[in-house]
Protein backbone atom coordinates (compact mmCIF):
# COMPACT_ATOMS: atom_id res chain seq x y z
CA UNK A 1 0.00 0.00 0.00
CA UNK A 2 1.14 3.59 -0.51
CA UNK A 3 2.09 5.70 2.25
CA UNK A 4 3.51 8.99 2.86
CA UNK A 5 5.05 10.24 6.04
CA UNK A 6 6.27 13.51 7.44
CA UNK A 7 7.55 12.45 10.67
CA UNK A 8 7.27 16.18 11.78
CA UNK A 9 3.78 17.89 12.68
CA UNK A 10 5.45 21.29 13.83
CA UNK A 11 8.41 22.88 12.36
CA UNK A 12 9.91 25.96 13.74
CA UNK A 13 12.78 28.42 11.67
CA UNK A 14 14.01 31.84 12.35
CA UNK A 15 13.55 33.97 9.48
CA UNK A 16 16.78 33.44 6.97
CA UNK A 17 17.79 30.04 8.44
CA UNK A 18 17.74 26.95 6.25
CA UNK A 19 14.66 24.88 5.50
CA UNK A 20 14.06 21.49 5.21
CA UNK A 21 10.75 19.95 5.84
CA UNK A 22 10.92 16.00 5.45
CA UNK A 23 8.89 13.55 3.36
CA UNK A 24 9.30 9.54 3.22
CA UNK A 25 7.24 7.27 0.82
CA UNK A 26 6.73 3.38 0.83
CA UNK A 27 5.62 2.87 -2.93
CA UNK A 28 7.22 0.05 -4.91
CA UNK A 29 6.70 1.65 -8.54
CA UNK A 30 7.60 4.65 -9.88
CA UNK A 31 5.66 6.91 -8.13
CA UNK A 32 4.63 10.61 -8.98
CA UNK A 33 5.57 12.79 -5.91
CA UNK A 34 3.92 16.09 -5.06
CA UNK A 35 4.37 19.12 -2.35
CA UNK A 36 1.13 20.95 -1.57
CA UNK A 37 0.87 24.26 0.38
CA UNK A 38 -1.97 25.53 2.64
CA UNK A 39 -1.78 28.80 3.55
CA UNK A 40 -3.64 30.18 6.94
CA UNK A 41 -7.56 29.47 5.66
CA UNK A 42 -6.58 29.39 1.86
CA UNK A 43 -7.36 26.44 -0.28
CA UNK A 44 -4.31 23.45 -0.65
CA UNK A 45 -2.55 24.43 -3.74
CA UNK A 46 0.06 22.58 -5.77
CA UNK A 47 3.81 24.37 -4.88
CA UNK A 48 5.81 22.09 -7.03
CA UNK A 49 5.81 18.08 -8.30
CA UNK A 50 9.35 16.03 -8.90
CA UNK A 51 9.00 15.67 -12.40
CA UNK A 52 9.50 19.41 -13.45
CA UNK A 53 11.77 19.76 -11.13
CA UNK A 54 11.48 23.42 -10.68
CA UNK A 55 11.89 25.72 -7.97
CA UNK A 56 9.18 27.53 -7.01
CA UNK A 57 9.49 30.62 -4.53
CA UNK A 58 12.62 29.50 -3.24
CA UNK A 59 11.69 26.19 -2.41
CA UNK A 60 13.23 22.95 -4.30
CA UNK A 61 12.79 18.93 -3.65
CA UNK A 62 14.62 16.07 -4.98
CA UNK A 63 13.31 12.84 -5.25
CA UNK A 64 15.91 10.03 -3.74
CA UNK A 65 14.98 6.87 -4.99
CA UNK A 66 17.07 4.85 -3.01
CA UNK A 67 15.97 6.34 0.32
CA UNK A 68 12.39 6.92 -0.98
CA UNK A 69 12.29 10.39 0.46
CA UNK A 70 11.09 14.02 -1.55
CA UNK A 71 12.25 16.13 1.04
CA UNK A 72 11.57 20.06 1.11
CA UNK A 73 14.19 22.65 0.82
CA UNK A 74 14.68 26.35 0.96
CA UNK A 75 17.49 27.94 1.66
CA UNK A 76 16.70 31.12 3.82
CA UNK A 77 13.15 31.16 5.24
CA UNK A 78 10.92 33.81 4.53
CA UNK A 79 7.95 34.89 7.31
CA UNK A 80 5.43 34.43 4.02
CA UNK A 81 6.43 30.54 3.95
CA UNK A 82 4.97 29.98 7.06
CA UNK A 83 1.95 27.34 6.49
CA UNK A 84 0.96 23.80 6.73
CA UNK A 85 2.78 21.52 3.93
CA UNK A 86 1.69 18.19 2.39
CA UNK A 87 3.75 16.00 0.36
CA UNK A 88 1.31 13.68 -1.39
CA UNK A 89 2.04 10.59 -4.04
CA UNK A 90 0.06 8.98 -6.85
CA UNK A 91 0.75 6.22 -8.85
CA UNK A 92 0.50 8.05 -12.29
CA UNK A 93 -2.96 6.83 -13.84
CA UNK A 94 -3.93 4.17 -11.43
CA UNK A 95 -5.02 5.85 -7.87
CA UNK A 96 -5.69 9.70 -6.61
CA UNK A 97 -2.96 11.51 -4.43
CA UNK A 98 -2.35 10.15 -0.90
CA UNK A 99 -1.21 12.91 1.30
CA UNK A 100 1.37 12.67 4.60
CA UNK A 101 -0.40 14.09 7.58
CA UNK A 102 0.79 17.34 7.10
CA UNK A 103 3.94 19.76 8.57
CA UNK A 104 3.32 22.97 10.07
CA UNK A 105 5.93 25.78 9.34
CA UNK A 106 6.03 28.31 11.28
CA UNK A 107 8.64 31.17 10.16
CA UNK A 108 9.60 33.52 12.97
CA UNK A 109 10.75 36.72 12.90
CA UNK B 1 -12.30 29.41 -14.65
CA UNK B 2 -12.98 29.89 -11.32
CA UNK B 3 -11.75 26.75 -10.16
CA UNK B 4 -12.95 24.50 -8.00
CA UNK B 5 -15.95 26.31 -6.39
CA UNK B 6 -17.48 24.65 -2.69
CA UNK B 7 -20.13 26.06 -0.48
CA UNK B 8 -20.95 26.62 1.96
CA UNK B 9 -17.36 27.94 3.54
CA UNK B 10 -18.79 27.30 7.04
CA UNK B 11 -21.79 25.41 8.21
CA UNK B 12 -22.61 24.92 11.95
CA UNK B 13 -25.16 22.13 12.61
CA UNK B 14 -26.83 20.81 16.01
CA UNK B 15 -25.82 16.90 16.30
CA UNK B 16 -28.35 15.10 14.42
CA UNK B 17 -28.97 17.32 11.78
CA UNK B 18 -28.60 16.62 8.07
CA UNK B 19 -25.54 17.99 6.76
CA UNK B 20 -25.03 19.15 2.65
CA UNK B 21 -21.98 20.00 1.09
CA UNK B 22 -22.30 21.07 -2.25
CA UNK B 23 -19.00 21.46 -4.96
CA UNK B 24 -18.52 22.29 -8.15
CA UNK B 25 -15.57 21.10 -10.40
CA UNK B 26 -13.42 22.54 -12.54
CA UNK B 27 -14.99 22.15 -16.34
CA UNK B 28 -13.32 19.43 -17.87
CA UNK B 29 -11.94 17.35 -15.18
CA UNK B 30 -12.99 13.83 -15.20
CA UNK B 31 -12.10 13.14 -11.58
CA UNK B 32 -13.53 14.72 -8.59
CA UNK B 33 -12.23 14.08 -4.95
CA UNK B 34 -14.15 14.68 -1.46
CA UNK B 35 -11.17 14.25 1.37
CA UNK B 36 -11.69 15.53 4.84
CA UNK B 37 -9.06 17.12 6.90
CA UNK B 38 -8.41 17.09 10.64
CA UNK B 39 -5.92 18.24 12.84
CA UNK B 40 -5.41 14.50 14.29
CA UNK B 41 -5.46 12.44 10.39
CA UNK B 42 -4.65 15.39 8.45
CA UNK B 43 -6.23 14.91 4.99
CA UNK B 44 -8.34 11.46 4.01
CA UNK B 45 -9.48 10.67 1.06
CA UNK B 46 -13.37 9.79 1.20
CA UNK B 47 -14.53 8.84 -2.26
CA UNK B 48 -13.78 9.84 -5.63
CA UNK B 49 -15.71 9.50 -9.08
CA UNK B 50 -14.33 9.41 -12.32
CA UNK B 51 -16.79 10.70 -14.80
CA UNK B 52 -19.24 10.88 -12.28
CA UNK B 53 -19.00 7.24 -11.27
CA UNK B 54 -17.74 6.75 -7.77
CA UNK B 55 -14.94 4.41 -7.95
CA UNK B 56 -13.73 4.11 -4.70
CA UNK B 57 -15.36 4.58 -1.01
CA UNK B 58 -13.68 3.01 1.19
CA UNK B 59 -12.79 6.27 2.76
CA UNK B 60 -15.90 7.04 3.73
CA UNK B 61 -15.85 6.35 7.48
CA UNK B 62 -19.71 5.35 8.56
CA UNK B 63 -22.95 4.50 6.42
CA UNK B 64 -24.39 8.21 7.70
CA UNK B 65 -21.60 9.29 4.93
CA UNK B 66 -23.02 9.40 1.35
CA UNK B 67 -22.06 11.42 -1.93
CA UNK B 68 -23.76 11.67 -5.35
CA UNK B 69 -22.43 13.45 -8.32
CA UNK B 70 -25.74 13.98 -10.37
CA UNK B 71 -24.01 15.52 -13.48
CA UNK B 72 -20.41 16.37 -14.61
CA UNK B 73 -20.30 19.70 -12.76
CA UNK B 74 -22.08 18.92 -9.36
CA UNK B 75 -21.44 16.97 -6.30
CA UNK B 76 -22.75 16.46 -2.68
CA UNK B 77 -21.28 14.80 0.18
CA UNK B 78 -24.32 14.02 2.90
CA UNK B 79 -23.82 13.23 7.00
CA UNK B 80 -26.82 12.15 8.06
CA UNK B 81 -27.41 12.55 11.06
CA UNK B 82 -24.23 14.48 11.87
CA UNK B 83 -22.24 13.77 15.00
CA UNK B 84 -19.70 15.98 16.58
CA UNK B 85 -16.64 13.85 15.85
CA UNK B 86 -17.69 15.18 11.89
CA UNK B 87 -16.44 18.29 12.80
CA UNK B 88 -13.65 19.15 10.22
CA UNK B 89 -13.23 20.75 6.95
CA UNK B 90 -14.46 18.96 3.76
CA UNK B 91 -12.15 19.59 0.70
CA UNK B 92 -13.76 18.48 -2.96
CA UNK B 93 -10.69 18.68 -5.52
CA UNK B 94 -10.86 18.09 -9.21
CA UNK B 95 -8.35 16.60 -11.98
CA UNK B 96 -7.86 15.98 -15.33
CA UNK B 97 -6.63 12.29 -14.72
CA UNK B 98 -6.55 9.85 -11.66
CA UNK B 99 -2.79 10.40 -10.06
CA UNK B 100 -2.55 14.07 -11.95
CA UNK B 101 -2.03 17.37 -10.41
CA UNK B 102 -5.74 17.96 -8.08
CA UNK B 103 -7.21 21.31 -7.98
CA UNK B 104 -8.48 22.26 -4.44
CA UNK B 105 -11.81 24.01 -3.31
CA UNK B 106 -12.05 26.35 -0.33
CA UNK B 107 -13.05 24.23 1.77
CA UNK B 108 -16.39 23.85 3.86
CA UNK B 109 -15.48 24.55 7.74
CA UNK B 110 -18.37 21.72 9.37
CA UNK B 111 -18.81 22.66 12.93
CA UNK B 112 -21.72 19.82 14.80
CA UNK B 113 -22.25 21.15 18.52
Known amino acids: AQRVTQPEKLLSVFKGAPVELKCNYS??????LFWYVQYSRQRLQLLLR??SRESIKGFTADLNKGETSFHLKKPFAQEEDSAMYYC???????????FGKGTRLSVIA | DAGVIQSPRHEVTEMGQEVTLRCKPI?????LFWYRQTMMRGLELLIY????????DSGMPEDRFSAKMPNASFSTLKIQPSEPRDSAVYFC???????????FGQGTRLTVV
Open chain 1, 50 to 51: HI
Open chain 2, 27 to 31: SGHDY
Open chain 1, 27 to 32: YSGSPE
Open chain 2, 93 to 103: ASSKREGAEAF
Open chain 2, 49 to 56: FNNNVPID
Open chain 1, 88 to 98: ALSDPGNTPLV
